[in-house]
């Protein structure tokens, strides 16, 4: 069992930055896979970015890559999600996830473990 709380949302300029950390309860956070995830006003949730146990292999939606960044640090128990140039269609609810795994887990694998999430704005 993992418990994941997120931080670090809030509101920004367009072309702005921001990092959300996540971070992990318990002793094995090394274990687990994890995951970003974003919904925005009626709309569905969506995925946005995953990395392996180790941090060596991730993967982005296509409407991030290249401005989002996914890392970790086992050592602290944190995954972090570092977005650049963030555009108004970025606002949402972001939500941490992990599951049991050693890949880099894309939107069609099931996820167990959410956090609550943290609102990101982007407007001027």
């Known amino acids: 069992q993992v418990q994941l709380v997120e931080s670090g949302g809030g509101l920004v300029q367009p072309g702005g930055s921001l990092r959300l950390s996540c971070a992990a309860s318990g002793r094995t956070f090394s274990t687990y896979a994890m995951g970003w995830f974003r919904q925005a006003p009626g709309k569905e949730r969506e995925f946005v970015a995953a990395?392996?146990?180790?941090?060596?292999?991730?993967y982005y939606a296509d409407s991030v890559k290249g401005r989002f960044t996914i890392s970790r640090d086992n050592a602290k128990s944190t995954v972090y999600l570092q977005m650049n140039s963030l555009k108004p269609e970025d606002t949402a609810v972001y939500y941490c996830?992990?599951?049991?795994?050693?890949?880099?887990?894309?939107?069609?694998?099931?996820?167990?473990?959410w956090g609550q999430g943290t609102q990101v704005t982007v407007s001027s």
């Open positions: 990395i392996n146990w180790s941090g060596g292999s991730t």
């Open positions: 996830a992990a599951r049991s795994g050693i890949y880099a887990y894309g939107p069609e694998f099931k996820y167990d473990y």
